[in-house]
């Protein structure tokens, strides 16, 4: 998606970036969690693209760009464990056959939520293939 540009930064609160010179928002929120030293993060991610293209095909947008978050989301968990790989590479880090089962578990999800769209399940459930390799999306 290239560079983006931090349309309002809350520290340490809240985060809201443009990608794509305006296609994608991205905001990130933080705040208590439910539990004693905890933390609850909130991502929203709205984008003005119908579909995404990644390796000559076609992917609903939002499913392909919601999907590739499971993996970044459990680098996440792992940099702030200490338990992340020095040689991590974020551009390459869903292509490690380790990552399959969150992959696969977040893109059932994806999948899930968009075949339950009243708005258009037909073309989105279409749309929705778990088996992508889609940490590639976003």
């Known amino acids: 998606m290239g560079t ?11 985060l809201k970036l443009s990608l794509g010179g305006g296609v994608d928002e991205i905001e990130l929120r933080l705040s208590p969690g439910p539990g004693d030293a905890t933390t ?14 990644i390796g000559g095909q076609s992917f609903d947008a939002v499913f392909c760009m919601g999907g590739g978050y499971y993996p970044r989301l459990l680098a996440l968990d792992m940099h702030l464990r200490g338990t992340l790989p020095e040689t991590y590479d974020s551009a390459a ?3 490690d056959p380790d990552m399959r089962p969150t ?3 977040g893109s059932a999800a994806m999948a ?4 339950a769209d009243p708005a ?3 073309d989105r459930a279409d749309a929705a293939d778990p088996a992508d390799p889609a940490g590639a999306g976003g």
């Open 112 to 115: 899930a939520l968009l075949a």
């Open 103 to 105: 992959i696969e578990r």
């Open 120 to 122: 258009d399940p037909a």
């Open 93 to 95: 880090f869903h292509l």
């Open 40 to 53: 609850a993060l909130e991502l929203q991610h709205a984008t003005t693209l119908d579909a995404h293209d």
């Open 4 to 14: 983006g540009t931090i349309l309002v930064c809350d520290a340490p609160h809240l």
